[in-house]
């Protein structure tokens, strides 16, 4: 199994830029898809970005392509999410989580995400 801790969240003006850091311990870490998601309250949880095992194919949300960038290190065991030129819009909490394999799901969609960090407040103000 993958445990995923997040960190690096906090309070930001528009414009600024933030690192979100996750985390990962478990054998399979490796072999996952990574995502990050993201959810404001009364939202339903919202798709940010993926990447895949390799690093070699990474996908992002319309609303963050542009600004946000995601990475991983396997030697550190560690999943990045960059983010830049935040807005107001971005204000959320942001999950790190681990898709699982196979998936009758896309990268994209939350629900073939099977391990999930506890989250990270971001807060962007105007």
């Known amino acids: 199994q993958v445990q995923l801790v997040e960190s690096g969240g906090g309070l930001v003006q528009a414009g600024g830029s933030l690192r979100l850091s996750c985390a990962a311990s478990g054998r399979t870490f490796s072999s996952n898809t990574m995502g990050w998601f993201r959810q404001s309250p009364g939202t339903e949880r919202e798709f940010v970005a993926f990447i895949t095992a390799s690093g070699g194919m990474r996908y992002y949300a319309s609303s963050v392509k542009g600004r946000f960038s995601i990475s991983r290190d396997s030697a550190k065991n560690t999943v990045y999410l960059e983010m830049n030129s935040l807005k107001p819009e971005d204000t959320a909490v942001y999950y790190c989580?681990?898709?699982?394999?196979?998936?009758?799901?896309?990268?994209?969609?939350?629900?073939?995400?099977?391990?999930w960090g506890q989250g990270a407040q971001v807060t962007v103000s105007s």
């Open positions: 989580a681990a898709r699982g394999a196979p998936s009758d799901y896309s990268a994209y969609d939350v629900r073939g995400y099977v391990y």
